[in-house]
């Protein structure tokens, strides 16, 4: 993670060297590096405070460094966003592939009813429909009539 800020001379008190951590991690994030995640621990190796003085001494800093993680969280790196598409890509695909295997089902049962009403009438079907008379219909509307 890199040296702990000095705690002699210019590093000054734990509160002062907490803040220096602080603007040191978020200088990390910004330059978008392969940075840690900005933690309590990390902010803490790198200040050289315990973490109990960070959350009992410090609530302003700790404050401020859940500032920088919900910042964080809110701008996803573009490998996030990546994923983050293609998940909703997968979960449009999965709900389409439901819907279609729904429409395969149900006209793979109409055709079978279909079937099953056409072999049990056969002949009589064939008879009933030589008595309609047929009519074909235009394109435009026209009726056009005539016979099989």
């Known amino acids: ?6 705690r002699n001379g210019r590093g000054g008190n734990a509160a002062s060297r907490l803040r220096e951590a602080l603007s040191e991690l978020n200088r990390r994030l910004a330059s978008g ?15 050289g ?9 410090h609530p302003a800093v700790l404050y401020e460094l859940h500032k920088l993680q ?3 969280h809110r701008e996803p790196s573009p490998a996030r966003q990546d994923l983050q598409r293609l998940r909703n890509e997968n979960e449009d695909l999965r709900s ?5 295997a729904a429409l395969v089902d149900h006209y793979f049962a109409a055709w079978q009813e279909a079937s099953k009403h056409t072999a049990r ?6 008879e009933y429909r030589s008595k309609l008379p047929s009519k074909v219909v235009g394109i435009r509307g026209q009726t056009v009539c005539g016979n099989r």
């Open 1 to 6: 993670m890199g040296a702990a800020i000095s």
């Open 33 to 47: 590096g392969a940075a840690a995640a900005p933690t309590a621990k990390a902010l803490c190796d790198l200040a």
């Open 49 to 57: 405070v315990s973490r109990n003085a960070l959350y009992r001494y």
């Open 70 to 72: 919900r910042r964080r």
């Open 96 to 100: 389409r592939l439901a819907k279609l």
């Open 121 to 126: 009438g056969g002949p009589a079907l064939a």
